[in-house]
C-alpha cells in the first residue's frame, strides 16, 4: 500500500504567487483531510472532504485559500496570492468514514516557505 | 481546553520498554483514546487506539486503566528510530473528525 501521496514535497515561492498542492489519498478511503503545522499553532484542521464533498471548511484562514476534490483519488489546496505567514508544512490525510475505527492516515507533508 | 495531559519530554533507554503516560479524566464513555507519534519532518503516524479494553498491535501496547481516566502507550523495546513526539487524543466516533493534537511528549531513545 502506497500510503497518502503528497506533491510536491518542497515548495519555496515569492509572495504573491499562487501554490498549488496536491494529495492523493489511499485507495478505498472516502474521506480526505487537510491539515497545516506551524510551530505557533501546532497542527490545525483546514478542511474536510467526504465523498468528494466538503464538508467543514471552517479551518480555511481566508478567501486566497480554496481546495477541490474532484474524484476519489485527487486533492488539491491552492493559495493564491501567498504571503509569507503560508509558510508552514502542510499535510493531506485521509480514512475510511463509517469503518467503526475512522483512523486517519497522514501523507509526508508539503513544507512550504514563501519569501 | 485540553482533553488530554502528558508529560512534556522524558527519555528511554534503547532496547528498553518505553512507557507513555496519558491523563484523561474528563472522557467519556463514548470517547476512544487515540495515540499517534510524529517523527522530525514525517507527517503524523497512526499508532494505536482503544475504548476500554487494553490494546496492543506490531508497535505498541495501550494500557487504559478501569477507570478509563488515564491510559499508557507502552513501546516494547525501544529504538533510536522511535524517537518523536507522542501525541494522545480522545475523540468520539465519528463525530471527532478534527483530531486535536496538544503539545504531546517528547520522547528521546538513546543508545
Known amino acids: 500500500d502506497a500510503g497518502v501521496i503528497q506533491s510536491p514535497r518542497h515548495e519555496v515561492t515569492e509572495m504573491g504567487q499562487e501554490v498549488t498542492l496536491r494529495c492523493k489519498p489511499i485507495?478505498?478511503?472516502?474521506?480526505l483531510f487537510w491539515y497545516r503545522q506551524t510551530m505557533m499553532r501546532g497542527l490545525e484542521l483546514l478542511i474536510y472532504?467526504?465523498?468528494?464533498?466538503?464538508?467543514?471548511d471552517s479551518g480555511m484562514p481566508e478567501d486566497r485559500f480554496s481546495a477541490k476534490m474532484p474524484n476519489a483519488s485527487f486533492s488539491t489546496l491552492k493559495i493564491q496570492p501567498s504571503e509569507p505567514r503560508d509558510s508552514a508544512v502542510y499535510f493531506c490525510?485521509?480514512?475510511?468514514?463509517?469503518?467503526?475505527?475512522?483512523?486517519?492516515?497522514f501523507g509526508p507533508g508539503t513544507r512550504l516557505t514563501v519569501l | 481546553d485540553a482533553k488530554t495531559t502528558q508529560p512534556t519530554s522524558m527519555d528511554c533507554a534503547e532496547g528498553r520498554a518505553a512507557n507513555l503516560p496519558c491523563n484523561h479524566s474528563?472522557?467519556?464513555?463514548?470517547?476512544?483514546v487515540y495515540w499517534y507519534r510524529q517523527i522530525h519532518s514525517q507527517g503524523p503516524q497512526y499508532i494505536i487506539h482503544?475504548?476500554?479494553n487494553n490494546e496492543t498491535n506490531e508497535m505498541a501496547s495501550l494500557i487504559i486503566t478501569e477507570d478509563r481516566k488515564s491510559s499508557t502507550l507502552i513501546l516494547p523495546h525501544a529504538t533510536l528510530r522511535d524517537t518523536a513526539v507522542y501525541y494522545c487524543?480522545?475523540?468520539?466516533?465519528?463525530?471527532?473528525?478534527?483530531?486535536?493534537f496538544g503539545a504531546g511528549t517528547t520522547v528521546t531513545v538513546r543508545a
Open positions: 472532504f467526504n465523498n468528494n464533498v466538503p464538508i467543514d
Open positions: 474528563t472522557i467519556s464513555g463514548n470517547e476512544y
Open positions: 482503544g475504548l476500554k
Open positions: 490525510a485521509s480514512s475510511l468514514a463509517g469503518e467503526g475505527t475512522d483512523t486517519q492516515y
Open positions: 487524543i480522545v475523540r468520539v466516533l465519528p463525530n471527532d473528525y478534527k483530531l486535536s
Open positions: 485507495s478505498g478511503h472516502n474521506s
